[in-house]
């Protein structure tokens, strides 16, 4: 792993990788002019037999002119709003955490509580020091205020 940022990156992408990636986006894209999982399934057979075709070719020349070509096909056929995944960059919830507060927790039966008697035995006492922290804050900018009022 390197310990530069990743634009300084310089990692060599093999043909095989390149391969794989042109295929999912072709995939990818095919999926999103289509609807029915049915069709799907055929526009994927469809883009699997055209790479199955060019499986033998072992000329990295050819293989090269047939990758562009295919980046070319798919850069014209291009879904004009492809589908995202929600939580992926470019989906509707990406970084978008929800951090739930656990004040909730307050309105348990007891019942309830007592099933978990180690954490909520530990957050009573946290709660408890978090009020003194609050408590002892108030102390200090009163006393502020104080002196600040005699000069």
Excluded: C
Aim: charged share 35%; hydrophobic share 35%.
């Amino acid at each position: 792993m390197s310990k530069f940022g990743p634009y300084l990156k310089r990692d060599f992408i093999t043909h095989t990788r390149k391969v794989q990636n042109l295929f999912k986006r072709m995939v990818r894209n095919e999926e999103s002019y289509l609807s029915e999982i049915h069709d799907i399934q055929f526009a994927w057979a469809t883009v699997r037999a055209e790479f199955e075709k060019n499986r033998h070719v072992k000329d990295l020349r050819v293989a090269r002119l047939l990758i562009e070509e295919g980046e070319r096909r798919l850069a014209e056929n291009l879904h004009p709003n492809p589908d995202r995944f929600i939580f992926s960059p470019g989906g509707l919830m990406f970084e978008r955490e929800l951090n739930f507060d656990d004040s909730h927790l307050d309105l348990w039966h007891p019942l309830e509580k007592a099933q978990y008697p180690y954490y909520f035995e530990r957050r009573e006492r946290m709660k408890k020091e978090y009020i003194q922290e609050w408590e002892a804050w108030d102390q200090e900018q009163e006393k502020l205020q104080k002196q600040q009022e005699q000069k």
